[in-house]
T-cell receptor, first 113, second 118 residues
Framework: RKEVEQDPGPFNVPEGATVAFNCTYS??????FFWYRQDCRKEPKLLMS???SGNEDGRFTAQLNRASQYISLLIRDSKLSDSATYLC??????????????FGAGTRLAVHP | DTGVSQNPRHKITKRGQNVTFRCDPI?????LYWYRQTLGQGPEFLTY????????KSRLLSDRFSAERPKGSFSTLEIQRTEQGDSAMYLC????????????????FGPGTRLLVL
């Protein structure tokens, strides 16, 4: 079983739609959680960190459920520019205190006019 | 541009050749990571440096791979006797951090080096 699992998609949605991505992780010792965005043939870029209380950044809302080891990302009012792959990322706790990031395979989003 | 830079951006080589990639992290970042990403997958951790010390290597990093960060600034990743299975995007990331776990530390990625082994 992969440490971080995501639905690969693609999710094909019209502009203005609301779309939600889910992710599960297997290591209960994970301490930090993130969503990264990756455009085709580009590097991943941090979209947002995910906190236990849930957090929102404009049209994007992230939720974390530690008990179920589940992370979600909600995108409201989708724009064409949101088309990308969204990577769910968890920090694997390691000695030494650094962030060993474990990436999911990503969920592809295609927003069409 | 003060972000992470990587060179070359693309490399095509023949099987059996050696290749070396360079990463220049954000200047004040003491932590440097190498990842590998193949098509349809997320990046996979290869190795981590804190300053010049290589503190962890993934089992993905076979003995044909070696990474260095001699002065705690730029890093190189060398692949010897390349194989077709080495074809991937090699990503470098850097961050600042001082050793306590659980910190919401952000890793900033470079544009990657895309390797194709023929």
């Amino acid at each position: 079983r992969k440490e971080v699992e995501q639905d690969p998609g693609p999710f094909n949605v019209p502009e203005g739609a609301t779309v939600a991505f889910n992710c599960t992780y297997s290591n209960s010792a994970s301490q930090s959680f993130f969503w990264y965005r990756q455009d085709c043939r580009k590097e991943p870029k941090l979209l947002m960190s995910v906190y236990s209380s849930g957090n929102e950044d404009g049209r994007f809302t992230a939720q974390l459920n530690r008990a179920s080891q589940y992370i979600s990302l909600l995108i409201r009012d989708s724009k064409l520019s949101d088309s990308a792959t969204y990577l769910c990322v968890v920090n694997k706790a390691v000695s030494g205190g650094y962030n060993k990031l474990i990436f999911g395979a990503g969920t592809r989003l295609a927003v069409h006019p | 541009d003060t972000g992470v830079s990587q060179n070359p951006r693309h490399k095509i080589t023949k099987r059996g050749q050696n290749v070396t990639f360079r990463c220049d992290p954000i200047s004040e970042h003491n932590r440097l990571y190498w990842y590998r990403q193949t098509l349809g997958q997320g990046p996979e951790f290869l190795t981590y440096f804190q300053n010049e010390a290589q503190l962890e290597k993934s089992r993905l990093l076979s003995d044909r791979f070696s990474a260095e960060r001699p002065k705690g600034s730029f890093s190189t990743l060398e692949i010897q006797r390349t194989e077709q299975g080495d074809s991937a995007m090699y990503l470098c990331a850097s961050s600042s951090g001082f050793g306590f776990s659980g910190k919401q530390e952000t890793q900033y990625f470079g544009p990657g080096t895309r390797l194709l082994v023929l």
